[in-house]
Each structure stands twice: as C-alpha cells, then as structure tokens.
C-alpha cells in the first residue's frame, strides 16, 4: 500500500508528538505492507507554515528509519486547508505538492459554499496542478450536498477517502457516502490519515481493505490503494 496523506512528522501539526511516535507508526505500517508514505502536515496558512522546521522533521526522521532498518520510503508533501483567496494562496511557493509532483492535496473547511469548491478546482488547474479533495466525506458542504462531488469532479477533482470513514469512525453519514462514492467509482484514493499512534489506523488497515474487496472486487481495490498512488510518486496521469 501506498499512503498519500498521513501527520506522522512529529511536533509539526496535531499530528505525532515524538520521534519515538513516528518510528512505532512506521513500524507498524510496514508490518501491514505499506512501501511509500507522503507526509502531509497540515498547512493552515502561509504566516502558520513552518517550511523549515518541517524539513527539519522529514530529514531526522528519515535518518531514524535508516538506523531502524524499517523499509518504507518517505516522500513529502502537505494537506492544504483552502479558504479566502486561493490565487494568493497558490503563490506561496512554501506550498508542496504530493512527493513534488503536479498534485495537490486540498481540505475544504466546514462551512463554505459550493461556488467556492467549483471556483477553487478551477484555480488550481489553470495553474497546472491537480487537486486531490481529502475526505469529502467529512466535510460538511460535501455532506449537504452530495452531487458537489460529481461537479468537483467534472471540474477535474480527484478523490481521497479516509478508511475510518469506511469502517464507521466518522459517523454514518460519512460512512454512507464512501459507500456510495465507491460503489460509483468516483473516489481515486483510500488513505490512514493517520495522526497518532494511539489511534493507529494501520492496525485497521487489513481489515479496511478486506471491506473494500467485497464492496467493489480486488481490481478497483488496488487501484485505490496502490495503483493511482504510484502515479502520483511517478508524476503521471491518472486515467479517469
Ligand atoms: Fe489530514
């Protein structure tokens, strides 16, 4: 498996508190067959983004893997909370696309309205970049309005969903849109979102998975797990 959106640096965002919590994450992951993860801290907004520190936090705990002989390779990248100008914010040249390819990994907050979602996906095409909508399931516009989805779609969105949201973690609203979403084929990409060990996803992983296969067969289950992923490491289209 490959997983395109996780918080295991450590001290960066709500994501893992120590070293130490990375390290057993990790360790856990590879003991569930996951081979890449792209670290995604969370960028709220250009003044709050510590570029630095989050290198800083890449580059150690890329060091501490080696030491530990744990075979997962680590990519960067950030999950891009978007509100207010997204023109402004696209500027920023702190912004890291998934393992510095052309996709971005987009949160949309709670209450905004669907002109937003369309206008935004639009920004970020024009400007040569593909966004991928993290866990529209949990999103309240996206919850209102299911169809939002399709249109972000045919805007040229991609879609992430968190398995939690698959095994009942985020509510039944949520899990009934994976549900549906995966039925219709509409999602890209499953992920862990993982942000501690203390609620450790991998360990929810297989299980996730097995749900997956008999939802919508073993074909499409790769796609969302391995396949589509790897495009992303590669940098190249993913077929629609
Ligand atoms: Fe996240």
């Known amino acids: 498996m490959i997983d395109i959106h996780t918080h295991i640096l450590h001290a ?26 792209i670290c995604t801290p969370h960028y709220l907004s250009q003044e709050e983004f510590n570029k630095k520190l989050v290198l800083k936090r890449f580059n150690e705990l890329k060091e501490e893997i080696k030491k530990k002989n744990i075979n997962i390779n680590l990519h960067l990248g950030t999950e891009i909370a978007v509100y207010g ?6 500027e920023d040249k702190d912004l890291t696309s998934l393992a510095g390819s052309k996709y971005l990994l987009i949160e949309f907050p709670m209450a905004i309205d669907v002109d937003y979602v369309l206008d935004t996906v639009y920004e970020i095409k024009v400007r040569g970049f593909i966004p991928v909508i993290a866990h529209p399931e949990r999103c309240e516009c996206f919850k209102r309005d299911y169809s939002l989805i399709t249109k972000a779609i045919k805007e040229g969105a991609l879609i992430q969903c968190n398995i939690d949201s ?20 509409k999602v890209d990409f ?3 979102d993982i942000h501690s060990i203390t609620n450790n996803r991998y360990e929810r992983l297989p299980k996730a998975m097995k749900k997956v296969e008999k939802l919508v067969g073993k074909e499409y289950m790769n796609e969302l797990f391995e396949h589509n992923a790897r495009k992303i490491l590669l940098n190249e289209n993913i077929e629609e």
């Open 12 to 37: 960066v965002d709500d994501g893992s508190d120590a070293l130490e919590e990375s390290v057993a994450i990790l360790q856990s992951a590879e003991s569930v067959g996951v081979t890449d993860i």
């Open 85 to 90: 100008r997204v023109d402004k914010l696209l």
């Open 166 to 185: 698959l095994l009942g973690g985020n509510g039944t609203t949520a899990k009934r849109i994976i549900r549906s979403l995966l039925k219709e084929r």
């Open 190 to 192: 499953l992920v862990t």
